[in-house]
């Protein structure tokens, strides 16, 4: 098996897990007007409080779009 196959196949096995992860958080969340991506932006500002919307990007290895969006829906529910 080549090292892309065996990546591929580790990624094929955590996947039902991280589904898993997802719905038990979002049971969690049930009630409190807080989205699963929302809670792990409040999450990283927890521990990086003067976090900056590029930071927070950097930290979460995810798209500027995907953080700017989560930072206006948490500034639009709380104002």
Not at 8 to 31: H, M, S, W
Not at 47 to 62: C, H, Y
């Amino acid at each position: 098996m080549s090292p892309a196959e065996m990546l591929f196949a580790g990624i094929q096995l955590t996947r039902p897990l991280l589904r898993y992860i997802k719905t038990r958080v979002e049971a969690g969340l049930d009630g409190t007007g807080v989205s699963v991506g929302e809670r792990a932006i409040l999450e990283v500002l927890l521990s990086a409080q003067q976090a900056t919307a590029p930071e927070l990007t950097q930290i979460m290895q995810v798209k500027r779009q995907l953080v700017g969006r989560l930072l206006k829906d948490l500034v639009d529910e709380n104002s």
